[in-house]
């Protein structure tokens, strides 16, 4: 009979014979299937279904030309994606990516990674990720919109309330939402939920906007519970300054922790004093200016531009939150934190942990959140709009604020159980992987073979 390690192990083989050059998806796969292992031991009735092989396997890609006129009536074509990875549980959500780097490996592997964390949220939606390699930076608002018209002018074909529900992701926020959600409107004359994050005025769902970044500190404050402490006092670094970072921050300074550092892509930002989010939400939300300037208004803070020898990493703190991008802390990045005595690191972003990070966490014996647990909050209370506007209803901040709280609990909860039933106690990488797929597994068996 085949092991589950001989299986898992032959279904990696064929994923990176046909996907070799995919280095984010391939890296992601294998962190997913190096917990699988013992579930195939278990439910060896899962390999007679030949489940990783058609899990691994997207349901649908779409990928598509972009083309828009710029301010100065010059034709420019990005490349649009989407990924329509599983529909087991539900129709495909997940949010969409403009960023310069984007192309089919980072969309399939932030695809895949959305299955687990889906499944996590205990809602039922399945997992789907898109995007482009348009980049906002430096574009005018009119620019911004006609760039949306022209991908949603696409995207349309593919997406609807009840098959996939896209939402924002990196370079895509409230702004873009409105001008996706515009268009879709005009080209369907339908008023549906077809995407999530949509503004309060039509549609949108309080506690949208704070879900990721409060719902990675709701997770943070489990795995602390977990060895009796708590935020009280404690220090902490939160890479990033986006919609992300910015209310991690918040969150953990209400709940008694001082966040020395943020960072964004041209350097971090370092305040003894406690980095101050009324400044940081004006420069990113408002004028979406550089993090440099942070230091006009607090000119004891320290600047320090990015660099082959420059890392946030470095600054001691008790506690670690990566919430900018994929593989933003190393192995070295990991020995620098440990070092400097970090006790909890809980990811924000998407896979902003190496794998050989993840190890130098697990073997110094920090606590360690990994992303598609630690940041479902975001998608979960995707699904709570979405169950809003089915109902159309709205409501308050507090009951979905409450809602959050409780999946975010119910995950870190699921997760460590998971690691636990499957003999690695206290690996909530492990757990989330397992407890993610179990659900996904079960309902892929019971419809069959498609
Ligand atoms: N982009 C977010 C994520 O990585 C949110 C997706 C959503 O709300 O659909 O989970």
């Excluded at 932030?110 to 964390?117: A, D, S, T, V």
């Excluded at 699904?383 to 809602?403: G, T, Y």
Aim: hydrophobic residues 40%; contains cysteine.
């Amino acid at each position: 009979m085949t092991s589950g390690k001989q299986y898992v192990d032959s279904v990696f083989e064929k994923v990176k014979a046909q996907n070799g050059h995919e280095a984010e998806f391939l890296q992601a796969v294998e962190e997913v299937f190096d917990s699988l292992v013992p579930v195939f031991d278990k439910y060896p009735k899962y390999i007679e279904e030949n489940l990783l092989e058609r899990l691994v396997e997207p349901e649908r890609i779409v990928s598509f030309r972009v083309p828009w006129v710029d301010d100065k009536g010059q034709v420019q074509v990005n490349r649009g994606f989407r990924v329509q990875f599983s529909s087991a549980i539900g129709p495909y959500k997940g949010g969409l990516r403009f960023h310069p780097s984007v192309n089919q490996s980072i969309i399939k592997f932030l695809g895949f990674e959305q299955i687990f964390k889906n499944s996590l949220t205990g809602l039922p939606i399945g997992g789907g990720k898109g995007g482009s390699n348009f980049d906002p930076k430096g574009k005018s608002d009119n620019e911004i919109m006609r760039f949306c018209q022209s991908f949603m002018t696409e995207l349309s074909k593919h997406i609807g309330a009840d098959t996939d529900v896209p939402a924002g992701d990196i370079g895509v926020g409230g702004r873009e939402i409105g001008y996706l959600y515009g268009q879709y409107k005009r080209l369907r004359n339908e008023y549906t939920g077809v995407l999530t994050g949509k503004g309060l005025t039509y549609g949108g769902s309080l506690t949208r906007t704070e879900a990721t970044g409060y719902g990675v500190v709701y997770f943070a404050e489990q795995m602390l519970k977990s060895k009796g402490e708590d935020f009280n006092g404690k220090t902490a670094i939160v890479s990033g300054s986006g919609n992300v970072a910015i209310y991690a921050i918040q969150k953990l300074h209400s709940l008694g922790a001082k966040v020395v550092a943020c960072s964004d892509s041209s350097g971090y930002i370092y305040d003894e004093e406690g980095i101050n989010v009324d400044t940081l939400k004006q420069l990113k939300e408002v004028e979406r200016a550089r993090i440099v300037q942070y230091l006009e208004h607090h000119p004891n803070a320290h600047f320090t531009p990015a660099g082959p020898d420059s890392s946030i990493w470095t600054v001691k703190a008790d506690l670690a939150f990566p919430c900018a991008t994929q593989n933003e802390l190393n192995d070295a990045d990991a020995r620098a934190l440990v070092g400097n005595g970090v006790i909890a690191v809980a990811e924000g972003a998407n896979m902003p942990s190496t794998l050989e990070a993840i190890e130098v966490f697990h073997a110094s014996g920090v606590l360690f959140g990994p992303a598609k647990a630690a940041n479902a909050g975001g998608v979960a209370v995707s699904a709570l709009e979405m169950s809003q506007n089915s109902q159309r209803l709205a409501w308050s901040f507090e009951e979905v604020d409450a809602k959050l709280y409780d999946i975010m609990k119910g995950i870190y909860e699921n997760a460590a159980a998971a690691a636990k039933e499957f003999d690695a106690e206290g690996n909530l990488v492990v757990g989330a992987n397992i407890a993610g797929f179990l659900k996904v597994a079960e309902a892929m068996s019971a419809q069959g073979i498609v």
